[in-house]
């Protein structure tokens, strides 16, 4: 009993306190201590049962220990002073120790977290300011403040975006970070959760038919479709009981939901540290938290600030870009008749074209609903990557899974540059114009395709581009050939296929090489 109680014990150190022994040393001395106070007289086994499950999350911190306790009990002034009452030693010393690991990758990736989280606190203040001044329905006086968050809405996705991503590459999802990366992939799903729901509030001319033609794709959700429509809605049409729904999600709803997972997510960064470099057990080097660290995240910080108080200023109602441009215009009437080329924020443009490259009808179902299917898919797959890759969780490189990242960007890039009407004006016809729109996005799509391809080859000594490769090559069937969208697709999906299957057969060295 006590042999397999010291393994449960030296196993659970082993996964919470992974390349953070003085943490783990806090966390056994505080097992001992509370083993023996809380259960005197009582079964050892039940007691550290106890132990796994409440003194690891909350004890290992705030326990007060010996040494700490006399330090405690000299200190002065207002530390020592709360130091006596809530026992802080162990965490500050803990902060002080708190490391960065330095590797051979870029450390610029680890700040987008943190400036993701700089925009958060930005949207919070500004959030709770318009709260003050905002009411449903009404146009009011408080445009700076409104030019500021929806400036801060955008900065941050851009930064959420690039931290996702750069997770990503650099594998940090990998074992024991699993859970790190659900949450961040929940919050990812909040923050376009607020992004759609804040849309509708200054309930303009523009959000409420980007709004009707937004929630009109849960209608395509096979069975729930018009019971969520309804639920989101408020009713079958966008009215003013929409409005109320949406702005109870946006300041209630989800920011309780958002700030619950966060406090998840830091909290598991805190006790499991950052990512080490793939392929290293132990980071050879470190940069500590405090000061290093932390001075050069609020350094970022206030050029973000600058940045986003520049940008308030100079162009208080975006760039004027569609999907990036919040002037009020006419106040919303669902009498009014639609008007054509609306289009939702920049950060959904992918879905609205993915959309529209649908036939109506596909496989016996409606389009949009094997649509949806493709999306909810790759949702999925994004989700579970921790558990996908094999070779991360091994520890080993894993080219398959950064090609598939880059994949992924490609196809987003000339999705959401074909929703922007890249390259239609002049066109003598609809169609023309289409054509062109695909033709241009093509070229910037391949042309961003190999410049990454070049990069990775070179600087990341990368071999593996099958991914990636068919990505562009659909890019190319659709906008150069002129293929169909699906067709295109279904070409490059079938050959990256039989492409990767053969090499794997041949033995080819492609798969075992590469960086990250
Ligand atoms: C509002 C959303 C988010 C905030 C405020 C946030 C904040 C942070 C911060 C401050 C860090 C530590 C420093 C850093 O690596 O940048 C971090 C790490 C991490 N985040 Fe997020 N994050 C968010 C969303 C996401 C998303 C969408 C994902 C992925 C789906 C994600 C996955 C991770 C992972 C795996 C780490 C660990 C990095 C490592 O160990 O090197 N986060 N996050």
């Known amino acids: 009993m006590r042999s397999a109680l010291s393994a449960r014990t030296k196993d659970a150190r082993s996964r919470f306190c992974r390349g953070n022994p003085s943490f783990g040393a806090h966390v056994m001395m505080a097992a001992s201590i509370s083993t023996a106070a809380y259960c005197p007289g009582r079964r050892r086994g039940h007691c550290l049962h106890i132990w796994l499950n409440v003194n690891l999350t909350v004890e290992s911190w705030f ?72 009411q449903p329905g009404e146009a009011t006086a408080y445009e700076l403040i409104r030019s500021m968050h929806s400036w801060s809405a955008h900065l941050m996705i851009i930064s959420l975006t690039l931290h996702m991503f750069s997770t990503m590459m650099l594998k ?59 639920v989101l809605r408020g009713g079958q049409d966008v009215t003013i009981n929409t409005l109320y729904r949406f702005f109870a999600a946006h300041v209630v709803i989800l920011p309780l939901a958002f700030v619950g997972l966060i406090g998840l997510h830091l909290l598991l960064i805190q006790r499991q540290g950052m990512a080490p470099p793939i392929g290293e057990k132990i980071a050879p080097r470190g940069m500590k938290f405090f000061p290093s660290f932390a001075l050069r995240d609020v350094l970022l910080w206030l050029a973000c600030l600058t940045l986003l108080l520049t940008l308030t200023v100079f162009l208080p109602y975006g760039p004027g870009i569609p999907g990036m441009d919040w002037e009020l215009g006419e106040k919303a009437n669902p009498m009014a008749p639609a008007y054509p080329g609306i289009k939702p924020e920049w950060y959904f443009l992918w879905e609205y074209q993915l959309l529209k490259e649908f036939p109506p009808h596909l496989f016996g179902l409606e389009g949009p ?19 996908l890759d094999r070779r991360a969780y091994h520890n080993k490189p894993s080219p398959a899974f950064s090609d598939f990242g880059w994949a992924a960007i490609l196809f987003l890039t000339y999705l959401t540059l074909t929703g922007w009407d890249i390259g239609a004006r002049g066109a003598s016809s609809e169609l023309a114009a289409m054509h062109n729109v695909a033709r241009v996005c093509a070229w910037w799509t391949l042309a961003a395709g190999a410049v990454v391809i070049v990069v990775r080859y070179w600087l990341y000594e990368d071999r593996w581009f099958f991914l990636a490769g068919a990505a562009l090559l659909h890019v190319a069937l659709h906008g150069l050939v002129g293929m169909s969208y699906l067709l295109a697709g279904a070409i490059s999906v079938v050959l990256a296929g039989l492409v990767i299957a053969t090499s794997r057969l041949v033995g080819s060295r492609s798969g075992s090489t590469g960086s990250n």
């Open 63 to 134: 326990q007060k220990q010996g040494p700490d306790m006399n330090a405690a009990e000299k200190t002065r002034g207002l530390r020592g002073w709360l130091d006596r009452r809530y026992h802080l030693t162990p965490l500050f010393e803990f902060l002080r120790r708190k490391e960065v690991p330095l590797g051979t990758h870029w450390m610029g990736w680890y700040y987008f977290g943190g400036i993701t989280m700089f925009f958060f606190i930005v949207q919070v203040i500004t959030g709770v300011l318009l709260l003050m001044y905002y």
């Open 172 to 230: 940090a999802y990998r074992s024991p970070r699993e859970v790190t990366w659900v949450s961040g992939y929940l919050l990812f799903l909040l923050t376009l959760g607020f992004g759609f729901s804040g849309y509708l509030l200054p309930w303009n001319k523009l959000a409420y038919f980007a709004t009707t033609v937004g929630t009109n794709i849960v209608r395509s959700v096979p069975l729930l479709g018009s019971w969520l429509l309804e």
């Open 369 to 387: 609903q094997v649509c949806l299917f493709l999306i909810a898919i790759l949702f999925g797959i994004w989700a579970i990557i921790p558990w």
